[in-house]
C-alpha cells in the first residue's frame, strides 16, 4: 500500500513538473532571475557615476568656483538620486521606477553641462586629476549604457512571456506581473557627457560633443 502510495505521489509531482514546464513557469522565474541581475548591474553602474561626482565637483570648483549654479545642479541632482531607496520591489512598481529613471536622467544632463563648461577653462582641462576623472565618467557612462540595454532586452522577453497564452495564466496564478522598462525616448533623453579624446599632442585633451 505504501509502495502504491509513493508511486501515485511520484507521478502526481511528474505530472505537475510538466504542467509547469509546459506553462511557462520555469521561463518566467528563469527571465524574472536575469531581470533581477541585470538591473543589479544598471544600479551598481549608476552608483559607480555618483561615487565619481563629489571629486569631480571639488576638482572643477578649484578652477571655476564662481560657476555656482552648474556646480549646485549637479550636487542637488546626485543628492536626489541618493535620496532614493533602490531595492528589487522597484522592478514592480512603475511609479517607483519612473522616479528613479528621471532622477538619473536629470544627473545625466547637470554632469553633462558641468562637463560642457570646464570647456572654458583651459587650465582645468589641463589639470590630471580632472582629466582621469572625465575619463573614468566616460567609461562608466558606457557602462551604463551597455547595462541599461541588458535589462531592456531581459525585461522585453520577460514581459513577452507574462502577456502571452498560456504563460500569461501561469503569470497571473503565481503573481508575475508586467515590469516596466526603459523607453526610446527616455533613453534619448539622456545626454552623455563630452567624449574624452587625448590627442596625439602631450597635455593636449579634446572634447567632442
Not at 81 to 91: A, F, M, N, R, W
Request: net charge neutral.
Amino acid at each position: 500500500m505504501n509502495k502504491l502510495k509513493m508511486i501515485t505521489s511520484t507521478l502526481l509531482l511528474l505530472s505537475l513538473t510538466f504542467s509547469l514546464t509546459g506553462c511557462g513557469y520555469n521561463t518566467l522565474q528563469v527571465q524574472d532571475e536575469q531581470v533581477k541581475a541585470n538591473w543589479s548591474e544598471v544600479v551598481n553602474q549608476y552608483q559607480r557615476r555618483a561615487d565619481l561626482i563629489p571629486n569631480l565637483v571639488n576638482t572643477v570648483k578649484g578652477y571655476a568656483s564662481h560657476e555656482k549654479e552648474v556646480l549646485t545642479q549637479v550636487t542637488d541632482a546626485r543628492a536626489r538620486v541618493g535620496s532614493i531607496q533602490v531595492t528589487p520591489e522597484v522592478l514592480n512598481d512603475p511609479q517607483a521606477f519612473e522616479k528613479f529613471r528621471r532622477a538619473q536622467s536629470e544627473l545625466s544632463g547637470a554632469l553633462s553641462r558641468l562637463l560642457a563648461v570646464s570647456e572654458n577653462y583651459p587650465q582645468l582641462k589641463a589639470d590630471a586629476n580632472f582629466r582621469d576623472l572625465q575619463a573614468q565618467l566616460e567609461g562608466t557612462e558606457n557602462r551604463i549604457t551597455v547595462a541599461r540595454n541588458r535589462y531592456i532586452k531581459s525585461v522585453a522577453d520577460y514581459n513577452i512571456t507574462v502577456r502571452s497564452f498560456p504563460s500569461n495564466l501561469t503569470a497571473k496564478a503565481f503573481g508575475y506581473a508586467v515590469k516596466p522598462n526603459f523607453t526610446v525616448e527616455n533613453e534619448q533623453a539622456i545626454t552623455a557627457p563630452p567624449k574624452v579624446d587625448f590627442g596625439s599632442d602631450a597635455g593636449e585633451v579634446k572634447s567632442e560633443k
